[in-house]
């Protein structure tokens, strides 16, 4: 169980959440206990921002207890990791085992995660068979909340998986408009690396960059395992597309990024979200990573907006690191939690996870993003897609995602 950081970095956590309004400091020694579920992939390929994500959470419910944002109740966090050393990134399996300890746990009233959607969709079902709601802030496939597959990630027919991000049935297709209309891309060769996410994402990417009347040359899957792509690459090279657009995450993205470098430093290369960020950097490295196109599922809010400039600032002191997108729409699913909770509380009912549910289905919460609702299956209201593209800044870190990938706008939308 985590509970609270040092009292030097709570004082910077409290700091901001009494200027969002959540209350001074109170004896917090008596009150009831909320157990919140975290699942994230703290070991493998994508380590490093799920520890951004992770932090962005903290930092939220640290600054909601020290602000007594819910009289009488306390927060605390049961941090789960669904990433495995034998998968060498996220594993469902494990995802499968940490929502049945949620489950099994009665203090725990709400979840946030998991990152992944593979993740997502061994999670679902366990967490509605358990009246259990979560918030993704990063998790984009479509299919679990689409009502189609309702018996199979929804079975008891509430919506229990919640987004503070939008789909990849925009991020997908909306990156083709950008390919298409801003840089003017003729063809494309397409690469998935056979996780639910990575295919979810490339197969709507391929659907309207043809309808954008750009040729498909191929489609080939990644190994996240394997080493080599060197078969795969030479058959793209010999092809001569104008880009290739990979859907995918670190494990397999950055050994593409490297060795498509090698091969075709010119071709245009991108992806989705999961060549967004700290680990994408780290593992790929310059010049392999110089030049990738990258979209996030949410609006760009770290580089200089002025709504985000004071949390960026306390998140940075707080944890010695600059924050990704997604530590921001972490926070927010935390506010959204604690919002629900002070709702609940409010009204004299008892704190259920049933009725924290429903009042995570009525959020209009204020938040960094701006307001957060959802809709009856619980994907987000607002469908913005952000897009970057890496240019290397030699006097920054390399892993630093503010300073190494450029905003360069929102994504054309379908």
């Known amino acids: ?220 899957r990644l190994d996240p395992k394997a080493s080599d792509y060197t078969a795969i690459i030479t058959k793209i090279k010999a092809l001569s597309p104008a880009a290739i657009y990979y859907g995918g995450v670190d494990q397999a993205g950055t050994k593409l990024a490297k060795q498509a470098y090698d091969a075709m430093p010119t071709v245009i290369k991108a992806g989705g979200d999961g060549v967004y960020g700290a680990s994408f950097l780290s593992g790929a490295g310059f010049p392999a990573a110089n030049g990738w196109y990258a979209t996030i599922a949410s609006p760009h809010l770290t580089g200089g907006d002025a709504k985000a400039a004071e949390w960026v600032k306390t998140f940075t002191q707080t944890y010695g690191k600059s924050p990704v997108d997604y530590s921001i729409t972490a926070y927010d699913a935390a506010l959204v939690i604690i919002d629900a909770v002070k709702r609940v509380a409010a009204s004299g009912k008892p704190v259920t996870r049933a009725a924290v549910r429903d009042a995570i289905q009525t959020a209009h919460v204020p938040t960094i993003q701006g307001i957060v609702s959802f809709d009856k299956y619980g994907d987000l209201a607002n469908r913005t897609v952000s897009v970057f593209q890496i240019q290397e800044d030699k006097s920054a870190k390399l892993d630093d995602v503010i300073a190494q990938y450029k905003y360069i706008g929102v994504a054309p939308q379908t």
């Open 1 to 220: 169980m985590i509970t609270r950081r040092a009292a030097a970095r709570l004082a910077a956590g409290t700091a901001f959440s009494a200027a969002l309004g959540l209350g001074s400091r109170a004896s917090l020694a008596a009150n009831k206990v909320i157990v919140v579920g975290v699942d994230l992939s703290l070991t493998g390929a994508d380590a490093e921002d799920a520890e951004l994500v992770e932090d962005g959470i903290k930092l939220a419910f640290d600054g909601a207890n020290q602000g007594n944002a819910v009289p009488g109740y306390t927060f605390q966090l049961m941090i789960l990791d669904d990433g495995t050393a034998t998968a060498g990134q996220y594993d469902p399996a494990q995802g499968a085992t940490n929502a049945r300890k949620m489950v099994s746990d009665p203090q725990v009233m709400a979840a946030i995660g998991p990152q992944m959607s593979g993740v997502g969709k061994a999670m679902a079902p366990i967490l509605s068979e358990g009246d259990l709601a979560t918030i993704t802030p990063s998790s984009t496939n479509p299919d679990i909340t689409n009502p189609k597959f309702g018996p199979q990630f929804d079975p008891s027919g509430k919506a229990i998986y919640f987004r503070t991000v939008t789909t990849d049935a925009y991020q997908g297709p909306n990156m083709a408009n950008f390919m298409a209309e801003k840089l003017g891309i003729k063809n494309v060769y397409v690469l998935d690396d056979s996780g639910a996410y990575g295919v979810g994402l490339a197969d709507a990417y391929q659907a309207q960059a043809a309808k954008k009347g750009v040729k498909v040359l191929g489609r080939d």
